[in-house]
């Protein structure tokens, strides 16, 4: 079996990658290193057999022809994340999302139609009708809400929009093109080693192996739900894997594990053994008081997490340290 990741250097597409390889599969992995890191992990990820890189922008047409044809499975991953760059550089975020997702579709209903491929969208792509429904919003989250971007003038939405257009896109080259076999997922915070810097946890186990004594929490009071990247991978493949998803949107993450943020702290503090004053500040603009996604239709594909919160922190602390 083979499959193709874009973004596959980057953190949830090398878990997967890591995975899929030790199943003997195939995969390729096409990514321009935006963000992605050649470290010692995907040094080794490499040197495994089956396992081939092709660098490769996705927002450049052109360079399509460096991948290899017939790919069984295509898990369209290459983004740009991390909240801090949808402020830094809103300008690339859309254009990976918008022109790097149209060249994908336009590549894969031309020459790998044979396929199966997936868009990793995420939870950002409703999250503007929390701040707009506030305590009506609907939580846990079924896939079927509204796609919204809140405030177009805020450059935090330049993610969102990116999504709920890769969304848009997937659903309308299916139909004028006349293919079946696409599912949309969206991840709901997913967490782990080699995650980068830009996100809650590892901000927060940098800061604790710094042993910042006042300890500032923004929106400590807001709600997410966290997943382990083993149990997202597992989640991941099972909706590539079963043909019930063709053509549906399905929610991966945790319905079972809402939590504050500065319980999250909490809990990070008594892995690390490190006790901080806290302080806590208000949150960002825009951003979603709780998070935490509805799973029916991934437990219904099977999916049952293994990992608890406290050992998924242990994991990924040790792996910051
Ligand atoms: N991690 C999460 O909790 C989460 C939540 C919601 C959605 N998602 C989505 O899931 C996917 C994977 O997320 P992640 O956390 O692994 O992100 P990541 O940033 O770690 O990985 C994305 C990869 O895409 C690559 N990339 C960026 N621009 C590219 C381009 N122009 N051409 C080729 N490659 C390019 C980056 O170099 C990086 O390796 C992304 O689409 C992301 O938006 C993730």
């Given amino acids: 079996m083979k499959a193709l990741i874009t973004?596959?250097?980057?953190?949830?597409?090398?878990?997967?990658?890591?995975?899929?390889?030790?199943?003997?599969?195939?995969?390729?992995?096409?990514?321009?290193?935006?963000?992605?890191?050649?470290?010692?992990?995907?040094?080794?990820?490499?040197?495994?057999?089956?396992?081939?890189?092709?660098?490769?922008d996705v927002t450049q047409e052109n360079q399509f022809s460096r991948l290899d044809k017939n790919y069984e499975h295509v898990y369209h991953f290459a983004a740009i994340n991390g909240t801090g760059n949808f402020y830094r550089i809103p300008d690339q975020v859309l254009k990976v999302g918008a022109v790097g997702t149209i060249n994908v579709l336009e590549w894969f209903s031309s020459k790998n139609r044979n396929g199966k491929i997936m868009f990793s969208s995420s939870s950002e792509a409703y999250s503007g009708l929390l701040g707009i429904l506030g305590n009506k919003f609907k939580i846990p989250t079924p896939e079927e809400v509204p796609l919204v971007v809140e405030n177009p003038k805020n450059?935090?939405?330049?993610?969102?929009?990116?999504?709920?257009?890769?969304e848009v896109a997937f659903f309308s080259y299916a139909k004028a093109?006349?293919?079946?076999?696409?599912?949309?997922?969206?991840?709901?915070?997913i967490y782990g080693p080699r995650m980068g810097y830009e996100h809650v946890i590892p901000q927060f186990c940098e800061r604790i192996l710094r042993k910042e004594k006042t300890f500032r929490i923004f929106g400590g009071e807001q709600t997410r739900s966290f997943c382990y990247v083993d149990d997202a991978v597992d989640a991941t493949k099972l909706v590539m894997e079963s043909e019930k998803t063709n053509g549906e949107?399905?929610?991966i993450g945790r319905d079972d594990a809402e939590i504050k943020i500065i319980k999250l702290a909490e809990e990070l503090f008594d892995v690390a053994n490190f006790h901080p004053k806290i302080k806590l500040e208000k949150e960002a603009e825009g951003t979603a008081q709780r998070r935490c996604p509805d799973i029916t239709k991934l437990r219904k594909l099977g999916f049952k997490p293994k990992i608890s919160l406290r050992e998924g922190l242990k994991k990924t602390f040790e792996w910051y340290k």
């Fill in 7 to 56: 973004g596959g250097a980057g953190f949830v597409g090398f878990h997967l990658a890591k995975h899929l390889i030790s199943k003997g599969y195939e995969i390729h992995i096409a990514d321009n290193f935006q963000r992605g890191r050649k470290d010692k992990d995907f040094g080794n990820l490499l040197k495994q057999k089956g396992v081939k890189l092709i660098q490769l």
């Fill in 155 to 166: 450059a935090r939405w330049s993610y969102g929009a990116s999504k709920i257009l890769g």
């Fill in 177 to 189: 093109r006349n293919f079946k076999r696409f599912c949309v997922i969206r991840y709901h915070n």
């Fill in 249 to 251: 949107i399905v929610h």
